[in-house]
């Protein structure tokens, strides 16, 4: 992708028509776009805020092999409270005040309804949000082989700074770090994938 909208992700490890789940896709789907130019995967595209539902279908139209999907994740099913400054918005639960609501969905919900039983690469840039998420997915059993993962500790605060070590424990359990950009784009892959395409 673009140097704004890029996240560093194994190739050697795509095949042709894997799964996408791309969350916070903003004005800027070179990451997903080049995955489908690259290995023509099936990317689905997920952001609740007005400015990239009306750039994505005034651009893209759903073509290219991407979906748009006009609603967030969280870790439950409904209307999530959020902060929009002049920036990004803010999940309201950071401490931010709460001044929109928008719609948003488990990853657990949006597979049942897509029909989809697993996420080969899951991207996600959800300023904060995947601190509910990750736990959730991995309680659940969702393990996508690669995982994408812009995080938000800078956001954090005393009170709430441990959820980025707890987090971050938690997946080292099941993947493993293989990529890091500027200290906030992780890339996580899976550590069976991993095992068996670059052990030797």
């Known amino acids: 992708g673009t140097e704004y909208g890029g996240f560093p992700v194994s190739l050697d490890l795509i095949n042709d028509g894997d799964l996408v789940y791309d969350f916070g896709v903003g004005e800027d789907v070179s990451f997903s776009r080049s995955l489908v130019e690259e290995k023509n995967c099936e990317v689905h595209l997920f952001d609740f805020t007005p400015q990239s539902i009306k750039w994505f279908h005034e651009e893209y139209l759903e ?13 439950f099913d409904g209307e999530l409270k959020v902060h929009h400054p002049n920036g990004s918005r803010r999940p309201a639960w ?19 309804e897509l029909n989809h039983d697993n996420i080969d690469i899951l991207k996600m840039d959800v300023e904060g949000e ?25 956001f954090l605060t005393k009170s709430n700074i441990e959820l980025h070590k707890d987090m ?7 993947y493993f770090v293989c990529g890091v950009v500027d200290n906030q784009e992780i890339l996580f892959v899976r550590q069976d994938i991993y095992n068996e395409n670059f052990k030797s």
């Not at 995947?130 to 800078?154: A, D, F």
């Open 63 to 75: 073509k290219d092999n991407m979906t748009y999907h006009e609603y967030g994740v969280s870790d």
């Open 94 to 112: 950071m401490g931010y005040e709460h001044n929109e609501t928008h719609p948003v969905k488990t990853i657990q919900t949006i597979m049942k």
């Open 130 to 154: 995947e601190y509910k998420i990750i736990p959730q997915m991995i309680s659940q059993s969702i393990l996508p082989k690669q995982i994408c993962l812009e995080v938000h500790n800078r």
């Open 168 to 174: 971050l424990d938690l997946l080292m359990k099941t």
